[in-house]
């Protein structure tokens, strides 16, 4: 099991440019879930999932998109890019019971200029 | 919402000296307390969680107290050791909102001097 995947690893955004983090996962993981890494600092929730068709807004989602139409894929949009979102992302699953186990994907470092 | 705050930000500790780091959280519905460990460029990794059922857990070196009333859970490592050294996070999970999220504190970056 290659556990949760992230695409690109590293990728550097020109200012209004638009892209999508792609994120998938082979546990049959019913939750997922977008956080965002400032430098020095926590990991802020942007958006989650509980199953196919299902997403909401989590702590900080101004100025992203996601959309969940199967089970293994969560992919993360960047609309019109500014610096403030020059941070590392970091894509998450866990089974569908609280409590269980969030894992995470290596991580896409994005920088806007 | 909830509401998690971690301290101290940084600690520096001996080699064989005991670390403490603690975390309050708001929400008095959570009830699953998580610690990850993050090393530098790394993602973060589960070391040890408590539930809200339980006051104590430990791990070897590694424990975990919860104190439900005064809304705080701290992490102990003892004997520490220099491949402790990383960014510690404490979460908070809201059980009853059923979407298993967690809400992060801010991290606490351990420094473990040989």
């Not at chain 1, 983090?21 to 989650?48: A, E, F, S, V």
């Not at chain 2, 930000?9 to 603690?22: C, P």
């Not at chain 2, 610690?35 to 460029?41: A, N, P, S």
Request: hydrophobic share 30%; with cysteine.
């Amino acid at each position: 099991n290659a556990g949760v995947t992230q695409t690109p690893k590293f990728r550097i955004l020109k200012i209004g440019q638009s892209m999508t983090l792609q994120c998938t996962q082979d546990m049959n993981h019913n939750y997922m879930y977008w956080y965002r890494q400032d430098p020095g600092m926590g990991l802020k929730l942007i958006y989650y999932s509980v199953g196919a068709g299902i997403t909401d807004k989590g702590e900080v989602p101004n100025g992203y998109n996601v959309s969940r139409s199967t089970t293994e894929d969560f992919p993360l949009r960047l609309e019109l890019a500014a610096p403030s979102q020059t941070s590392v992302y970091f894509c998450a699953s866990s089974l569908a019971t609280p409590g269980n186990t969030i894992y995470f994907g290596e991580g896409s470092w994005l920088t806007v200029v | 919402g909830e509401n998690v705050e971690q301290h101290p930000s940084t600690l520096s500790v001996q080699e064989g000296d005991s670390a403490v780091i603690k975390c309050t959280y708001s929400d008095s519905a959570s009830n699953y307390f998580p610690w990850y460990k993050q090393e530098l460029g790394k993602r973060p990794q589960l070391i040890i969680d408590i539930r809200s059922n339980v006051g104590e857990k430990k791990d070897q070196r590694i424990a975990v107290t919860l104190n439900k009333t005064a809304k705080h859970f701290s992490l102990h490592i003892t004997e520490t050791q220099p491949e402790d050294s990383a960014v510690y996070f404490c979460a908070a999970s809201h059980g009853s909102s059923n979407t298993g999220k967690l809400i992060f504190g801010q991290g606490t970056t351990l420094q473990v001097k040989p």
